[in-house]
């Protein structure tokens, strides 16, 4: 008897030493959290990098396409040709978005693989100690009001994946 306790409490002091860090609901959050975060990077990244090749794109149709505007002066005579617009502003912009949107949806892989890691930490096996109030039926000559702190201890296998 005295062998089966001391494996049993060697077991359970080796069992919690490596048991997870967090609690199963607060790692569940964190998964959610995580997996939210990644899929709203997943939706916005394409989003932006398309308006950033939009306005790149525009940017350079527009540089090739501008003509040079006349030039008149006060009295409506013809003086020369004012140089073409240059639509550098949009191509620096429309280049950033792009990178941005791109970097934006890449990043989301992280959150994802992330979500996944904190899942499966949560629904690894462990063994949970807490101490209880319970009542235990003819201790103190009755029913009513006899709660007794009792140790628990629970090992939790997860079946599904």
Excluded at 4 to 18: D, E, K, N, R
Excluded at 56 to 74: C, M, S, T
Aim: glycine share 8%; no cysteine; net charge positive.
């Amino acid at each position: 008897m005295k062998t089966l306790f001391t494996i049993l409490t060697l077991l359970t002091v080796t069992s919690t030493a490596f048991a997870q860090d967090g609690d199963y609901d607060e790692l569940m959050r964190k998964s959610r959290r995580a997996r939210t975060t990644s899929t709203i990077m997943v939706a916005t990244g394409p989003v932006i990098a398309a308006g950033g090749i939009g306005t790149l794109i525009y940017g350079l149709l527009q540089n090739e396409i501008a003509e040079p505007e006349p030039l008149f002066d006060a009295n409506g005579n013809y003086v020369g040709d004012a140089p073409a617009k240059k639509y550098t502003t949009e191509i620096i912009i429309g280049a950033a978005g792009a990178a941005a949107g791109i970097a934006l949806a890449l990043t989301s892989i992280h959150f994802s693989n992330k979500a996944s890691d904190l899942k499966r930490e949560a629904r690894k096996a462990k063994l949970k100690a807490s101490t209880d109030r319970i009542s235990i039926p003819g201790l103190q000559n009755g029913f009513a009001n006899n709660r007794a702190r009792q140790f628990k201890l629970s090992l939790i296998v997860p079946l599904g994946r």
